[in-house]
Nanobody, 112 residues
């Protein structure tokens, strides 16, 4: 079994910052891509490969940064210059072997 635990969401004013974390535990091996999605827009926000290559949605480029700590099986999303349109439930996704695993979701609310 694999569990993903997210943390770091909350309420912030426009222009502020938040950092999301997602830690995988359990039978974790062969971790491949790790990424963040958000529900409101049903979009991929950012993804990072096992080699550290990254890709971002156009709407967050230059504001969000994805990173990972392989030794801790953890992926992060640093979100700066937040906008009200970034408000959503954010889900982490981790590919282990040929399977996808999802976090429980964390609410991010940006007030104007």
């Amino acid at each position: 079994q694999v569990q993903l635990v997210e943390s770091g969401g909350g309420l912030v004013q426009a222009g502020g910052s938040l950092r999301l974390s997602c830690a995988a535990s359990g039978r974790v091996d062969s971790v491949n891509d790790m990424g963040w999605y958000r529900q409101a827009q049903r979009e991929l926000v950012a993804i990072i490969t096992s080699d550290g290559l990254t890709n971002y949605a156009d709407s967050v480029k230059g504001r969000f940064t994805i990173s990972r700590e392989n030794g801790k099986n953890t992926v992060y999303l640093q979100m700066n210059s937040l906008k009200p349109e970034d408000t959503a439930v954010y889900y982490c996704n981790v590919q282990i072997g040929y399977r996808d695993f999802w976090g429980q979701g964390t609410q991010v609310t940006v007030s104007s």
